[in-house]
Structures are given as structure tokens and as C-alpha cells.
């Protein structure tokens, strides 16, 4: 059973759980009674999130576009506001926030691996890109494809280090210290990095990089085993907030699930058709038999009945199977082959399944 207990600002706070004692930082606002959830404000990830979360049922209501505060009416006690990405990462860590949607770059970057930030969801399926090294495709760096190689390079000396520009300055050293890269500096600043090399500012760059079209026209190129992070969006909180402020821990439960039921059901569509057999197992086998229409556990059967000659029978079967959209015209083309007709097809919202695993990892991570 958890305890917890009020406890004044800025002290650590010791939970008991089923296995242990555990000690966490205190909240910044123990008296806060709203739940905060940040998103980011503006750039690449802020209209897709904003699309994610209307199609789990929980649209954001923003009185006007200038106001950072907003809600989501389905989500009581809880306030959306908007903010950098890197500053949703900060304010979890301050404790000035509760939970959050980034890319997982972000986080990495500005969480530092601080044990206080715990990832939720790990894949929210956009804002995908990867945190890269990229050199010249010219001059010193022709013939150059691999980290290996650059590392090997005679140019990179203690006098005259190999110069790498990026934003990443906690990912970008850390990186090049595992990889065993000893003479790099780093020099950074906030965009248009891919111009570093051509002005002569830097020999390299890391940055991130999704279709690969900036690096290309600006002469650049990527280097195996140069790909420091692949990222995508995340949904994050901290621990402090879902162990000490109330209600933090069901509203994560409550996101959570809308979002794995809304992700699982991407690209799934049902197949409902009509089938004649003479019993319901008799139907459901000549189902079986074929590979697409296996469904997500084997395919409901049920009697259509009609009335004949005063008598109930059922001399057709509809049957409903869960299909994946690649699989979707291999399953009609099956379905017909054992005498499927009036096939209809409707795509998927939600899946919800059984308890997620996503949802059990994060009690055990928090030791509950
Ligand atoms: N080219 C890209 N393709 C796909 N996703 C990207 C790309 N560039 C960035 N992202 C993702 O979008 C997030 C936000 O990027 P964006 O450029 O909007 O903000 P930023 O440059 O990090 O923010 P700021 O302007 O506050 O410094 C990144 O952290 C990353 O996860
Ligand atoms: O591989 P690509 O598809 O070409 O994308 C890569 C570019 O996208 C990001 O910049 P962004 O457009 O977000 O501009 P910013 O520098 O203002 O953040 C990133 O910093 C790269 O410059
Ligand atoms: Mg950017």
C-alpha cells in the first residue's frame, strides 16, 4: 500500500511501497490542485499533437490561439499549457508541470537521464526523426563513411580538434566520449546548423534529420554508426507528480489508454460479411483455414435467422474479423474463395485490450 504525506516545500519525500522505502523530491507547489500537462506551443510537433489527442477523444480547448492556457473537457481538474518543448522537459523537472508530450530527442537532451522523468508511451507514432553526425560530402571528408573513420582521421589533434556544431550539447559529448572520440569542441546554436561546415565554423554537425533533404543540399552526409538517438514523440511525467500530487497517476492511466486503444487501431479495419454454412463451427473452420482472416483472437460467428416454413433456422452466419490494411484485400479475396458476400468494411477508433503492459511497467517502475 503507498503512503504519502504533505511535507513543506523543497524536502524529499519518502513513500513507502509493496517492496520498499523510496525517497523523491518534493513537489515545487504541493498546494497545487489542478494537474498540468504540457504541449509543445508552436514548431514541428505541436499541430500533430494536438491531432493525436482529438482522435483519443480528448480535444483541447483553446479559448484563443495567443492564450498558452487551454483544457481538455473530458479530462477534469487537469489544464493544458503550452510550452517549448525543451522548457515542458524543464518544467517536469521543477515540478511546475505534471505531464508531457515531446520527442524523445528533447527529452533526452534537456532530462539528462535524471531519474525523475519517467516515459510513459515511448512511441507516439510522429514527429519521427533521428539525432545524426554529419560531415562534407567534399574536400578531407571524400572518402569518409563512417565514424570509424572520422575518428581515425590524422586532421583531429589537441591543438586542433575535430569541431562539431549542435544544440545537443548534453547528447553530443556523451556520444562522442562512448564512441571513444577524444579531440572534439562543440560550438552551438539554435538552427540552420547545416551551414556551419560551408562558413567554415565547424568541421561536422549533429542535428536531427528526417528526410535527409537539408543535409543534402547543403552538401552534407550522414556516417554509419553516426546516429546518436531515433526519436519520436513521448509521452512523459515525473515521478514526484504522479507519487505526491493527487489524481496525477489516474489521469496518466486515463491517457494512456486512450492512446495505446486510438495507436493500436491505426490501419485496422473490421470486416463484417455474411456466410452460408450449416453451423456456426462448421463456418468458423472454413474461416481458419485461411491465413488473412485469422483476426485479433479467431473471428466472432454468429446465426442470421430467418423464418421458413414457421421455423427459426439459420442457414447464414455473420462474421466479423479485425484486419490489418495491408491484409485488407487478401482477406476479401479469402473471404469470397469460402463463400463470403456482402462484405463490409468499417475502419477501426479503438482497440482497447486487455491491461496494457505499458501501464504495468509504469507501477513497477515506480515501485508500486
Ligand atoms: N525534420 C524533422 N522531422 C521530424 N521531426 C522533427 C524534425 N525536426 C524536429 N523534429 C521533432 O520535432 C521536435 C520539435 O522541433 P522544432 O523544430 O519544432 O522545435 P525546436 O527547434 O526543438 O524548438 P525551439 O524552436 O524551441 O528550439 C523535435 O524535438 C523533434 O522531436
Ligand atoms: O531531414 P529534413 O527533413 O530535411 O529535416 C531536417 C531539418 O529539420 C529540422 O529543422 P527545422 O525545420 O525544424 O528548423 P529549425 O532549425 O528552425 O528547428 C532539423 O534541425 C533539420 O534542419
Ligand atoms: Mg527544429
Redesign the pocket.
Known amino acids: 500500500m503507498l503512503t504519502t504525506m504533505n511535507l513543506p516545500l523543497h524536502t524529499s519525500v519518502w513513500v513507502k511501497s509493496r517492496r520498499s522505502w523510496c525517497c523523491y523530491a518534493s513537489l515545487s507547489q504541493p498546494d497545487r490542485k489542478e494537474i498540468r500537462l504540457g504541449l509543445?506551443s508552436?514548431?514541428?510537433?505541436?499541430a500533430d499533437t494536438l491531432q493525436l489527442l482529438q482522435n483519443c477523444q480528448l480535444s483541447v480547448k483553446q479559448v484563443n490561439p495567443r492564450q498558452y492556457v487551454a483544457e481538455i473537457p473530458q479530462l477534469s481538474n487537469l489544464d493544458v499549457w503550452f510550452q517549448?518543448?525543451?522548457d515542458i522537459v524543464r518544467k517536469l523537472l521543477s515540478g511546475d508541470l505534471d505531464l508531457g508530450i515531446?520527442?524523445?530527442?528533447?527529452f533526452s537532451e534537456h532530462g539528462q537521464g535524471n531519474d525523475d522523468l519517467i516515459i510513459v508511451h515511448e512511441a507516439l507514432e510522429y514527429?519521427?526523426?533521428r539525432l545524426s553526425l554529419a560531415i562534407p560530402q567534399y574536400g578531407i571528408f571524400e572518402n569518409v563513411n563512417s565514424l570509424d573513420e572520422l575518428a581515425k582521421m590524422p586532421q583531429w589533434t589537441e591543438e586542433k580538434p575535430l569541431r562539431v556544431a549542435t544544440?545537443f550539447t548534453y547528447l553530443g559529448p556523451k556520444f562522442m566520449k562512448e564512441n571513444g572520440l577524444k579531440h572534439v569542441t562543440f560550438s552551438t546554436a539554435?538552427?540552420a546548423l547545416e551551414a556551419a561546415p560551408a562558413m567554415g565554423i565547424a568541421d561536422a554537425i549533429l542535428d536531427?534529420?528526417?528526410?535527409g533533404t537539408?543535409l543534402r543540399e547543403n552538401n552534407l552526409k550522414e556516417i554509419k554508426g553516426g546516429v546518436v538517438l531515433e526519436?519520436?514523440?513521448v509521452f512523459i511525467t515525473s515521478r514526484k507528480s504522479v507519487i505526491q500530487r493527487k489524481g496525477v497517476l489516474e489521469t496518466t492511466h486515463e491517457m494512456l489508454e486512450r492512446l495505446e486503444a486510438h495507436l493500436r487501431a491505426i490501419g485496422q479495419f473490421t470486416v463484417t460479411a455474411n456466410m452460408r454454412g450449416s453451423s456456426a463451427e462448421e463456418v468458423a473452420e472454413r474461416i481458419l483455414s485461411q491465413p488473412s482472416l485469422m483476426g485479433l483472437q479467431g473471428p466472432t460467428v454468429s446465426p442470421v435467422f430467418c423464418k421458413r416454413d414457421g421455423k427459426v433456422t439459420a442457414d447464414y452466419y455473420a462474421i466479423v474479423i479485425c484486419v490489418p490494411q495491408k491484409a485488407l484485400y487478401k482477406s476479401i479475396q479469402q473471404l469470397r474463395a469460402i463463400g463470403g458476400s456482402g462484405v463490409l468494411i468499417s475502419p477501426l477508433t479503438y482497440i482497447f485490450d486487455e491491461e496494457t503492459p505499458r501501464w504495468r511497467q509504469l507501477l513497477s517502475k515506480l515501485g508500486l
Open positions: 509543445p508552436k514548431g514541428r510537433m505541436s517549448r518543448p525543451k515531446v520527442g524523445l530527442d528533447t514527429g519521427d526523426c544544440g539554435d538552427g536531427l534529420v528526417s528526410s537539408t526519436s519520436q514523440a
